[in-house]
């Protein structure tokens, strides 16, 4: 197994909509009915995020088993949050969006932090009340709890922030 993670291309969308569907159906089969309806994320959503050159694949053996969105601050949903607030908010940060993978795939997220931090380390990251695995792996990988940040549509998110450990 060779895993990649690279920017996506449009070539990939199709590859990266069925990674999309099953992350959805393990939301599903999990209990998380609320988060990724109506048909988000689109293919224009995926498409945006690739025109801003955040969008990026994980790759084993030039399969697309992986997808998630690596973008810079300023994230216009995270100007408002509720609770402690960011552990810091005057520095730039990146925030990650639209983690997902195939269910037989394993150590995802683990290598989409190591990809992240390596080029950021202040990353900031939300998920819905209900993603118990995304709210796992969160706190799993040093994220601390910030408070409740609101999208444009008014649906909360639990929003969380890692910082460089400081000498």
């Keep these: ?9 449009p070539e990939d969308i199709t590859q990266i909509m069925n990674v999309v569907a ?3 159906q393990i939301m599903r089969l999990s209990g998380n009915m609320h988060q990724w309806i109506d ?3 689109s293919e224009d ?9 955040g969008g990026f694949v994980v790759t084993d053996d030039d399969r697309v088993v992986g997808y998630f969105a690596f973008l810079p601050s300023p994230e216009p949903t995270y100007d408002y949050i509720e609770g402690d607030g960011w552990l810091d908010d005057t520095l730039p940060y990146h925030v990650v969006h639209r983690i997902a993978s195939y269910p037989d795939v394993h150590h995802i997220f683990n290598d989409i932090m190591g990809f992240c931090f390596a080029h950021d380390p202040n990353i900031r990251i939300d998920t819905h009340r209900d993603n118990a695995i995304m709210r796992h ?5 040093g994220f601390t709890y910030c408070g409740i940040i609101y999208l444009a549509s008014g649906d909360e ?3 969380y ?7």
């Design 1 to 9: 197994m060779s895993r990649i993670i690279r920017e996506a291309r």
């Design 22 to 24: 099953a992350a959805k």
């Design 39 to 41: 048909g988000y994320p």
């Design 45 to 53: 959503v995926i498409a945006h995020d690739m025109e801003m050159g």
């Design 137 to 141: 792996n969160i706190v799993k990988h």
């Design 157 to 159: 998110r639990l929003a």
């Design 161 to 167: 922030q890692k910082l460089p450990l400081t000498p």
